[in-house]
């Protein structure tokens, strides 16, 4: 899961910081406030990738996505947008725990095939 959710949130990283140059030439937002919010979103994706497997890390990225979603009221685009990063994050978490279960079982299967 680690690998899959890591790969998203840098892909949301790279989003965000086109959209904040893109939303600093379309909308009546200060370049200070897009900067601090994109800033923000971006610091919090890259510690995710980190803490990924830590109790709450996937919430977090839930959070993140609805945020990401949400600023599709500053910049329309990003509702789009967002809902397919919201979708990545969703085959990222589902995916990724049905790899890690399949590495465990596999794992356990060769420690028993060790043992015998």
Same mark, same amino acid.
């Given at each position: 899961m680690r690998?899959?959710?890591? /790969?998203?949130? =840098?892909? +949301? %990283?790279?989003l965000v910081?086109?959209? *904040?140059? #893109?939303?600093m030439r @379309?909308?009546?937002?200060s370049n200070? +406030? $897009?900067?601090? %919010? /994109?800033? =923000?979103?971006?610091?919090?994706? #890259?510690?995710?990738?980190g803490m990924i497997d830590?109790p709450g890390a996937?919430q $977090?990225?839930?959070?993140?996505q609805i945020?990401?979603?949400?600023?599709?009221?500053v910049?329309?685009?990003?509702?789009? @947008?967002g #809902?397919v990063?919201?979708?990545l994050?969703w085959c990222?978490v589902h995916?990724?725990?049905?790899?890690d279960?399949?590495?465990?079982?596999?794992?356990? *299967?060769e420690a028993?095939a060790v043992?015998?």
């Amino acid at each position: 899961m680690r690998t899959l959710c890591s /790969s998203t949130l =840098i892909g +949301e %990283v790279l989003l965000v910081l086109f959209a *904040a140059l #893109v939303a600093m030439r @379309l909308t009546d937002v200060s370049n200070a +406030e $897009i900067w601090t %919010v /994109s800033g =923000i979103a971006m610091a919090l994706c #890259v510690l995710l990738c980190g803490m990924i497997d830590r109790p709450g890390a996937v919430q $977090i990225g839930w959070a993140l996505q609805i945020g990401l979603i949400a600023s599709g009221f500053v910049l329309p685009t990003m509702f789009g @947008l967002g #809902v397919v990063f919201a979708g990545l994050w969703w085959c990222s978490v589902h995916y990724g725990r049905k790899v890690d279960a399949f590495k465990a079982a596999r794992a356990a *299967a060769e420690a028993a095939a060790v043992q015998a």
